[in-house]
């Protein structure tokens, strides 16, 4: 199928806003921060555990009483590699009433700033008995560390500090859960950092990724972001040394363990940003994970599917704890 009209036009209309959306504007920035995206995908031999102070929050008025927003702020287990701006993790929880039947960690997209784009998704999840806890990745919303306005990640640099943190933080979030049943789940680079966090976990997850790559390469190199790239500012060779370092990022080059097997992803057929290539190689790297090839492209994917959405999160965790 061809790419959904919408993905067709996206880069255009980003390229129209050129000071503001252009990525890498800033060129590699600290190289000696590149080695972080492969160092992160390394599995685990510990886990650092935190804890989690919970203060509730005001619940949006056209949300039902029963489901409650609360937060909590714990110093990032990657502070060592990061800003300073972006060293205090913020978690946002949205619960049901009763007791959930499982906790999933829902995790951000590029350019996803603060917790309002994934609020719904976790408001679908409450009425069906599933608390969400809502990661803010480092350099965005409350953890920005360039100016407001402007793309939160100029440099190389700062996407592998960005992906490292993202991996480090839902490795520990999990870990400190006190549920039986958890689960990891995103949309795009959410699902993507989602795929590589469930392959170095010691313990079950339940794991959902939708409309995502098993590595950054074909999105930036291949996808719709490409053509926003600002690759003079990459230069030499920015085709052939941004494609070593993102593929070495894959979860195709991580164990698969039990948990992969019950697995469920999405695709969209139309998808310009992600290639549905890259998403069946996830598939196919693990053995009975669940794939399901949706309609439209990937702008519009969360508008048009936050139903499915639901239900694939709802069905991986039903597969993974039956």
């Known amino acids: 199928m061809a790419e959904s009209r919408i993905d067709r036009i996206a880069p255009t209309l980003l390229r129209l806003r050129r000071q503001r959306t252009f990525a890498f504007s800033g060129g590699w920035g600290d190289t000696r921060a590149s080695g972080l995206l492969t160092e992160a995908i390394t599995p685990a031999d510990a886990i650092e555990t935190v804890d989690f102070n919970w203060e509730?929050?005001?619940?949006?008025?056209?949300?039902?009483?029963?489901?409650?927003?609360?937060r909590a702020e714990f110093a990032s287990p990657a502070a060592a590699f990061l800003p300073d701006q972006s060293n205090t993790v913020v978690v946002e929880r949205i619960s049901p009433a009763d007791k959930p039947s499982g906790v999933v960690l829902l995790l951000p997209s590029w350019n996803d700033e603060g917790f309002v784009r994934?609020?719904?998704?976790?408001?679908?999840?409450?009425?069906?008995?599933?608390?969400?806890?809502?990661?803010?990745?480092?350099?965005?919303?409350?953890?920005?560390?360039?100016?407001?306005?402007?793309?939160?990640?100029?440099?190389?640099?700062?996407?592998?500090?960005?992906?490292?943190?993202?991996?480090?933080?839902?490795?520990?979030?999990?870990?400190?859960?006190?549920?039986?049943?958890?689960?990891?789940?995103?949309?795009?680079?959410?699902?993507?950092?989602?795929?590589?966090?469930?392959?170095?976990?010691p313990f079950p997850v339940a794991v959902t990724a939708f409309a995502a790559s098993h590595s950054p390469g074909p999105v930036f190199l291949d996808g719709a972001i490409s053509k926003i790239v600002?690759?003079?500012?990459?230069?030499?060779?920015?085709h052939v040394r941004l494609a070593s370092l993102f593929n070495q990022a894959s979860a195709l080059r991580l164990p698969v363990l039990d948990h992969h097997s019950t697995a469920v992803i999405l695709a969209a057929a139309g998808?310009?940003?992600?290639?549905?290539?890259?998403?069946?190689?996830?598939?196919?790297?693990?053995?009975?994970?669940?794939?399901?090839?949706?309609?439209?492209?990937?702008?519009?994917?969360?508008?048009?599917?936050?139903?499915?959405?639901?239900s694939a999160i709802v069905e991986s965790f039903a597969r993974t704890f039956p």
């Open 56 to 70: 509730q929050t005001d619940s949006p008025r056209s949300w039902s009483r029963e489901i409650t927003i609360s």
């Open 118 to 201: 994934r609020r719904r998704l976790a408001q679908s999840l409450a009425k069906v008995g599933f608390e969400s806890l809502l990661l803010e990745a480092a350099h965005y919303g409350s953890r920005r560390s360039a100016p407001i306005g402007g793309q939160a990640i100029r440099t190389v640099a700062a996407f592998a500090q960005l992906g490292h943190a993202t991996l480090v933080e839902s490795r520990s979030i999990l870990a400190s859960l006190g549920h039986p049943n958890r689960g990891i789940a995103g949309f795009s680079m959410g699902g993507n950092i989602a795929a590589i966090t469930s392959a170095t976990v």
């Open 230 to 238: 600002d690759w003079d500012a990459l230069r030499p060779q920015p």
């Open 271 to 310: 998808d310009g940003f992600v290639p549905l290539a890259a998403t069946r190689a996830l598939h196919e790297h693990w053995p009975g994970s669940s794939l399901h090839v949706l309609s439209g492209g990937h702008a519009e994917f969360m508008l048009r599917h936050r139903k499915s959405v639901t």
